[in-house]
Structure formats: C-alpha cells, structure tokens
C-alpha cells in the first residue's frame, strides 16, 4: 500500500478499532487533533520525536526497543485540521505482530489520543 498525501488513509489499532487517519503527511486522532507527521512511512510526534512506522496493513507500529538513530526532527508547521468522517470502513483482518514490533496506539495510547482542552467534559 502507498500512502498517498491527497487521499484521508484511516489508521486501526491492533484490535481492529479506528484510531486515527493519515492525510496530506500527518497523522490525526479520530476526533481531529494533530498528533505527527510523516517522512517517508516514519511518524514523528508534534513535538519532532520519532513514534514508529505506517505500516502496510494502516497501523502505527515501532520495534519494541526506541531506535537510537533516528534523531529529533523540527516539525512543520500546525497543519489545518481536516474534516473527519463519522466512520471509516472496517480494519483489513490484521495480523498479529511478532514480539519485537509494538502497535503505538495499544503500548502508548496517551500520547496519541489527546483529549482536547476545548472539548465539554463528559458529565
């Protein structure tokens, strides 16, 4: 799969669930929020630090281990946020993933999935 920057590519979890999409070089959460970039497959968080890999199967995955050579990165500038869609169609049968290699979204998903400062809280 390609990931082409013109097309909104939904991103699963693991499980199957969607938890992000990957549009125009950078990476959203489902409810908008800007959580990366992309250069090449490797995703970069807002601030410049190294997330993991699209993978061909839609998922963001890393090696178990933080790779010690891929350095910080100056991030471009707050991309607009996109319209999101209500759904997107159901994950692709994902495969399970070999002790080395992690989903980013199931290990670390509190630095993904931020929930924003203008959003109602839940009562």
Known sequence: MHYKDSVMIPIYRTDGEWVGVYTKGNLFNVDGEWIGFAVGRDVYDTGGLYLGFLSDDKRLL????????????????????????????LAPLLRSLPHQIIDMFEEYPERLIYVSETRPDME
């Open 62 to 89: 890393r090696k178990r281990t933080r790779p010690t050579e891929k350095l910080r990165l100056e991030p471009p500038p707050r991309p607009e946020r996109p319209k999101i869609p209500a759904s997107m169609p």
